[in-house]
């Protein structure tokens, strides 16, 4: 399934919807939005991952270039990742990177 993207921002918060495969057809698509919330100036970026079915090592790079484009000030959240992609992210070490929450 391909992946889609939706972003909201407020004053200090981009929530990112994801929906799909986060594969490296998909990866692009999310790096344009991340640029975009960087670009806003925010201070916490919430990526909702409660429909994101699949999450692939191009995915998991995404989530690396989020962490650098936002830089160390930037709060980054992954919302109701299913245990497959949360899994993948706990592996690879990155849940020290960016805050796995249950919502």
Do not use: C, N, W
């Not at 919302?79 to 899994?87: D, N």
């Amino acid at each position: 399934m391909p992946l889609s993207v939706s972003v909201t921002t407020t004053a200090d918060t981009a929530t990112i919807s994801l929906a799909g495969e986060l594969d490296a057809a998909g990866a692009p698509d999310f790096h344009h939005t991340i640029e975009k919330a960087a670009a806003a100036g925010v201070t916490h970026v919430v990526i909702r991952a409660h429909e994101l079915t699949y999450m692939a090592s191009a995915g998991l790079r995404s989530l690396v270039f989020a962490r650098q484009k936002m830089g160390d000030d930037v709060q980054i959240t992954v919302a109701g990742a299913s245990e497959p992609v949360a899994r993948t992210i706990r592996q690879a070490g990155f849940d020290r990177s960016v805050t796995l929450a249950d919502e």
